[in-house]
């Protein structure tokens, strides 16, 4: 009962952990406002997706625009923040350097600002990510205490919106909270991204509407879980009693070659290698190469745990992709 008056605002409601966190909060009471920024023709798919569009509030508010956040926030009032608002796209950011920087960083300054200033009992949630460790592990973990080394402009824009987020904390009290979360997927994940570029390259190839995938660097590894699971832990890192911040990953990892293999064998198609062309157009300037999470402390101090596998996100992926082009192919 006690939940039925809180409300939620979520940034970057229309990607694709938006709707996956939007749907928790609903089903545990919440009025859930998304904030969108202004667009002729704003994309609802995801939402429309997980079947929301028509549950949830809308507010106008642009990261990279100051005073629209103020409005958001001394309008709303919140009593959570969910800020998921980024350009998230680690291979495009060295070609949109200055604004990943202004959205990614500045916008948590406005955002943070904005609470302080009309609703500081609001509790806040940062986005951040592994890729701020990017070349650093802790025996080959990592975890809160591993040091950062970013290796792209979207992993540095990350890394000070975390320490402005821990900084909001210590000087002036804010319930502030940084996620450190490992790479989560679903079948709502942007197209752009590598597991949902092949679980769609998968659907498109065995319904005959491609000839070839195009990749980058089939070696690097990922710590891959679920996006419905990772909201989870979102929520329940803003109903303890202290702010803190907390790593969220499966603890096992994969090359993108096993996601390729797979996702290929999922979708009915043996010889993965045939459709496959490695493409320099995808690789980076500068990767990373190997990220696992250890999760100790959100597992021992919140009780979160993944519930999904490694084969069934992979499964369900290309299932949902296949689904989506509308048919299973006969021909093969
Ligand atoms: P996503 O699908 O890329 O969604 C990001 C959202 O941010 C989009 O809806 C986008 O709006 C919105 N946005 C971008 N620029 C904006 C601006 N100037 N003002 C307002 N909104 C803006 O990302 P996601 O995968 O859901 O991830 C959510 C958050 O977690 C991001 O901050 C990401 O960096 C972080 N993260 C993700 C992962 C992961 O594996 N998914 C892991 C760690 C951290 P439009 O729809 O209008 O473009
Ligand atoms: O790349 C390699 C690529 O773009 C994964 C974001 O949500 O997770 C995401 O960042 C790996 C990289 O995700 C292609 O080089 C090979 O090693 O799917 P990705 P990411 O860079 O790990 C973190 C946690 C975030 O915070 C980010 O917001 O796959 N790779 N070939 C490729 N990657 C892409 N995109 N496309 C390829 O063709």
């Given at each position: 009962m006690a939940n039925m008056a809180k409300t939620a605002l979520i940034t970057?409601?229309?990607?694709?952990?938006g709707p996956y966190l939007a749907k928790l909060l609903l089903s545990k009471g919440y009025k859930v406002y998304g904030m969108v920024r202004r667009y002729s023709n704003p994309n609802f798919e995801n939402l429309e997706y997980l079947d929301l569009t028509n549950k949830i509030d809308y507010m106008e508010g642009d990261m990279t625009d100051e005073s629209s956040l103020y409005n958001v926030i001394r309008v709303l009032r919140p009593t959570e923040v969910y800020n998921?608002?980024?350009?998230?796209f680690v291979g495009g950011s060295w070609e949109m350097a200055k604004l990943t920087t202004e959205v990614n960083s500045l916008g948590v300054v406005f955002l943070l600002n904005g609470i302080k200033l009309f609703s500081p009992r609001t509790k806040f949630y940062q986005a951040s990510t592994?890729?701020?460790?990017?070349?650093s592990n802790t025996n080959g973990y990592q975890d809160e205490k591993t040091p950062f080394h970013p290796r792209s402009p979207y992993a540095i824009s990350k890394v000070h919106a975390y320490w402005t987020t821990i900084n909001f904390r210590e000087s002036f009290g804010l319930f502030t909270t940084n996620g450190i979360l490992f790479n989560h997927e679903s079948p709502?994940?942007?197209?752009?991204?590598v597991t949902r570029k092949i679980s769609d390259g998968v659907a498109k190839i065995k319904l005959g509407l491609e000839k070839k995938l195009y990749l980058g660097n089939l070696e690097t590894m990922r710590d891959w879980g679920f996006a419905g699971d990772y909201v989870e832990a979102m929520y329940l890192m803003l109903q303890q009693e202290k702010p803190d911040d907390y790593v969220v990953g499966t603890g096992e990892n994969h090359t993108v070659k096993e996601f390729v293999k797979l996702a290929f064998r999922y979708g009915g198609i043996p010889d993965w290698e045939k459709y496959v062309v490695i493409d320099?157009?995808?690789?980076?300037?500068?990767?990373?190469?190997e990220l696992k999470a250890k999760a100790d402390k959100v597992t021992k101090a919140l009780g979160w745990k993944p519930k999904v596998s490694f084969d069934e996100l992979v499964k369900t992926m290309v299932e949902a992709d296949l689904k989506r082009y509308g048919r299973v192919s006969k021909s093969r």
């Open positions: 970057g409601i229309l990607g694709q952990d998921l608002a980024a350009q998230s592994s890729e701020m460790f990017g070349l709502i994940r942007g197209i752009q991204f320099p157009r995808f690789k980076r300037p500068a990767e990373v190469y």
